[in-house]
């Protein structure tokens, strides 16, 4: 089997896996897609791709395994030597897998990487995905270690001013919202949460009340008194608030 048709084939195979799906109807009326999958991770794929579920095809399928692999549509895919074609199998045997991954990969593709010669990239692209050794593992630990013993737990009028300021990015807390994080199940007024600043970027984040020790973040908080998840709606304007389809 040529790379190409490999293509070919996991176009067809995610195809496959959308096909699977069988919607699944709760007491409340709530309606949503389950997906019994044999190749990919399908639903996360088309979540991270924002690809709507309702018109799937397989020429979409072949544009999202063309996307994986590095191209940005399927006709670029098909118009490259067989050595950019090993490079990009390579890429989407090992990010299909994981969309975390993937991302990783696009920011290691940066334009020095674009500079190297096919051969070079496939020498780069076997040492980015290949199992890391214990040395290698023992590094990336400690400096995690440095960074996270470098990170400086804000207090003061600093912290107020990022709290403030992630409670209005994210549209729905209060000062006084009661919240459970999911990851500890500690429940707390969101003012109480723990406002770190990261070493690297400088940016701050809204971390659990009891952080180091649990690593939950905003997106972990879920409003004790509402049933509403803590996520902002599509909707919602930054200006104007909630539309009218959330006013009752």
């Not at 403030?164 to 006084?176: I, P, V």
């Not at 003012?191 to 972990?220: F, L, Q």
Request: proline fraction near 2%; glycine fraction near 4%; charged fraction near 35%.
């Amino acid at each position: 089997m040529t790379h190409l048709e490999y293509f070919k084939q996991q176009s067809k195979n995610l195809f496959r896996d959308w096909k699977s799906r069988a919607e699944v109807v709760e007491d409340d009326g709530f309606s949503y897609y389950k997906y019994e999958p044999k190749f990919f991770d399908v639903e996360d794929i088309l979540f991270h791709f924002e690809i709507d579920e309702e018109k799937f095809s397989l020429m979409k399928a072949q544009h999202l395994v063309a996307r994986i692999a590095g191209f940005r549509k399927w006709n670029d895919l098909i118009k490259v030597s067989s050595k950019e074609l090993e490079l990009a199998k390579i890429v989407f045997d090992n990010c299909s897998k994981d969309m975390m991954l993937f991302d990783d990969w696009e920011c290691y593709c940066n334009s020095e990487f674009a500079l190297l010669d096919i051969e070079s990239k496939i020498e780069a692209a076997k040492h980015f995905f290949s199992p890391r050794t214990p040395e290698e593992i023992a590094e990336i630990e400690k400096t995690e270690r440095k960074i996270k013993k470098a990170e400086l737990i804000l207090s003061g009028k600093e912290r107020e001013r990022f709290l403030l300021q992630e409670m209005r990015s994210y549209g729905y807390f209060k000062l006084d919202s009661e919240i459970r994080c999911i990851h500890c199940d500690s429940q707390y007024l969101f003012k109480e949460a723990t406002v770190i600043r990261s070493p690297v970027s400088g940016t701050a984040m809204v971390m659990c009340k009891n952080y180091p020790k649990c690593d939950g973040s905003i997106i972990d908080f879920l409003d004790v008194d509402d049933d509403y998840d803590g996520f902002v709606p599509f909707d919602w304007d930054m200006d104007q608030g909630y539309s009218s389809e959330y006013d009752s």
